[in-house]
C-alpha cells in the first residue's frame, strides 16, 4: 500500500485549513496514495484557548467534507485530528473514513499534553480538552492500525494495547513543538517501532516560526526494526512511503521480541470501559 503523511501549513480559519486540507488529498490521491493522513488539529491554530471556538459535533462541516473527499477518491483517509464537541466537553479527535466514505474509527487522545518549562513553555491542553478512554485500532484490506494522537506516543503501554489488538501499523497525526521536536519526536518512533515490531507513522504540521505554538514538522516513517525509512524537513510537503504489512511478520519471525516475553512475570492488562 502507499501512505502519504500531509504536512500541511496551518491558517487562521477553519475554511482555509479544510479546503487546503481537501486540496491535498486530492493531490496525494492524484498520486497513488491509499492511506492518506492529515496532522494533529490541522484545522485550526494549536492554541488550547482555541479548541472550543474551532469545535465541531460529529456529522459537522469538517467531518462532512472528510467524508466526500475520503469517498471521491477511494482513500482510507486518517483525518489528523480537530476539536470534537460532545454536549459540555471537547476532545481531541481523529477521524477515520474508508474508502466510501464511512467512519470507521475515531480516537479521542488519551493523554493530554500540560508542559510547565521554567521561562520556556506554558501549554496545558487539560484547560480545554477532555481525555479519551479507548484503545483504537481498525480493519483495513492490508490489516490492522492502530491509531494515536501526539503526546500518546510517550507511552508505551498504548501502542503496546495496539499490537496486541492485532496493530501491524500504527499512525499519529502529532504536532511536537521546538523543544519536544528535536529531543524527542525520532527517538520516540523509532523505539515504538522496535520494541513493538510495527510500522510507526507520525505526520506533523508544517513549521510557522510566526504561530504562538511553532511545529517541529519532520513527518516520519519508521520500519520495525526501528529504521527510519523516510523523514520531511520542516516545509508544507507530503511524504509518500510503499509499506507492505505482510512483512511485519518476517521481522518478527527473525526477532522474536513480541514471542519472548516473559507473561508469566508480566503483562499488561487493558480496564474495560
Known amino acids: 500500500m502507499k501512505i502519504a503523511l500531509i ?9 482555509e485549513n479544510l ?22 488539529m490541522f484545522s485550526c491554530p494549536y492554541k488550547a484557548s482555541n479548541f472550543p ?3 465541531q459535533k460529529d456529522g459537522e462541516k469538517n467531518w462532512t467534507a472528510l467524508s466526500k473527499a475520503a469517498k471521491k477518491n477511494n482513500v482510507y483517509l486518517i483525518a489528523g485530528s480537530m476539536p470534537e464537541r460532545e454536549g459540555e466537553k471537547i476532545y481531541n479527535t481523529s477521524y477515520v473514513f474508508d474508502r466510501n466514505g464511512k ?5 479521542r487522545k488519551m493523554h493530554l499534553f500540560d508542559c510547565d518549562i521554567p521561562g520556556g513553555a506554558f501549554f496545558h491542553e487539560s ?7 479507548e484503545v483504537t485500532v481498525f480493519d483495513t484490506e492490508y490489516g490492522k492500525i492502530g491509531l494515536m494522537i ?3 506516543i510517550r507511552f508505551p503501554e498504548l501502542s503496546r494495547l495496539m499490537v496486541e489488538h492485532g496493530a501491524k501499523m500504527i499512525f499519529v497525526p502529532a504536532a511536537f513543538n521546538m523543544t519536544s521536536g528535536p529531543n524527542w519526536w525520532e527517538i520516540m518512533f523509532r523505539v515504538r517501532a ?29 520500519d520495525p526494526f526501528g529504521k527510519v525509512l523516510n523523514q520531511l ?12 504489512l505482510a512483512e511485519v511478520e518476517n521481522f518478527r519471525q527473525q526477532y522474536k521480541i513480541l514471542k519472548l516475553r516473559r507473561l508469566d512475570i508480566y503483562q499488561l492488562t487493558e480496564v474495560s470501559k
Not at 504536512?7 to 475554511?15: H, I, R
Not at 520494541?195 to 510557522?208: E, F, I, L, T
Not at 524537513?233 to 507492505?244: A, G, H, N, T
Open 7 to 15: 504536512q500541511m501549513g496551518g491558517a487562521a480559519t477553519n475554511d
Open 19 to 40: 479546503k487546503n486540507a481537501v486540496k491535498k488529498i486530492n493531490e496525494a490521491a492524484s498520486n497513488g496514495a491509499q492511506i492518506i493522513v492529515l496532522p494533529e
Open 53 to 55: 471556538i474551532f469545535a
Open 103 to 107: 467512519q470507521i474509527a475515531k480516537h
Open 127 to 133: 484547560e480545554t480538552l477532555t481525555a479519551g478512554n
Open 150 to 152: 501526539c503526546f500518546d
Open 194 to 222: 522496535a520494541d513493538n515490531q510495527v510500522y510507526m507513522a507520525g505526520c506533523s504540521p508544517a513549521r510557522d516560526e510566526k504561530a504562538s505554538y511553532v511545529a517541529w514538522g519532520h513527518s516520519i516513517v519508521v
Open 233 to 244: 524537513d520542516e516545509k508544507e510537503s507530503i511524504l509518500y512511503q510503499e509499506i507492505d
